[in-house]
Each structure stands twice: as structure tokens, then as C-alpha cells.
Nanobody
């Protein structure tokens, strides 16, 4: 098993940046593909970004491509989501997810076995 803990959320203004971290403990981090998802009240969990086990391949949703960057440091057992040019519509609880069955990534939440507790990101206009 792997345990995931997100950090780095907060309240920022439109146009600002934040970096979210997802620290993993447990089994070898390099075995896991990672994803970042977000969720607002009353809505389904939305895929934001994904990264392969090695960190060599990344994928982004259309809404964040060009503004967000996902990365993965296997030596530090940590994944990151750098969020630039934040918009009010980026406001959500952000979750990191991991699964060792995936080689690359998946944009389906059901394909991830492990989830963090979430971190709130609020972007004011």
C-alpha cells in the first residue's frame, strides 16, 4: 500500500501561482503512476493532470494545459502540481491519486487505488 498526503493549497488571487505537493509513504514510489484530480461541491471528480511511473510522460486536461505542470520526484517520493495563472474556476479541492497497475496515467478516478485527503485551493477574482 501507499499513503498519500497533499499540501500546498490555500487562498490566492486570480493570476497567482501555487504548488501542490503529494508526499507518498509506503511502497516504492517509482512503481506508481500518479494523477491529480479536483472536485467542487455537487460535481464529479475531474481529471486535471497525470504522469507516468517514471515521470517521463504527462497529460493534462484541456482546461489547465499550458498553465499547470505535473512532476514526480521518485527519489523524494513526492509528486507536484505547479499551478500558474490561476483562475476563479480553478477553485476546488485537489486530490492526488496513485496506482501501481497503471504504466502511464488514467483520467478515470476509478482506475486509481490510492487517494490523498485533498487540499483546498481557492482563487478569488
Amino acid at each position: 500500500q501507499v499513503q498519500l498526503v497533499e499540501s500546498g493549497g490555500g487562498l490566492v488571487q486570480a493570476g497567482d501561482s501555487l504548488r501542490l505537493s503529494c508526499a507518498a509513504s509506503g511502497r516504492t514510489f517509482s512503481r506508481y503512476a500518479m494523477g491529480w484530480f479536483r472536485q467542487t461541491p455537487g460535481k464529479e471528480r475531474e481529471f486535471v493532470a497525470g504522469i507516468s511511473r517514471s515521470g517521463g510522460s504527462t497529460y493534462y486536461s484541456h482546461s489547465v494545459k499550458g498553465r499547470f505542470t505535473i512532476s514526480k520526484d521518485n527519489a523524494k517520493n513526492t509528486a507536484y502540481l505547479q499551478m500558474n495563472s490561476l483562475k476563479p474556476e480553478d477553485t476546488a479541492v485537489y486530490y492526488c491519486a496513485a496506482d501501481e497497475r497503471l504504466v502511464a496515467y488514467s483520467d478515470y478516478p476509478d482506475e486509481y487505488n490510492y487517494w490523498g485527503q485533498g487540499t483546498q485551493v481557492t482563487v478569488s477574482s
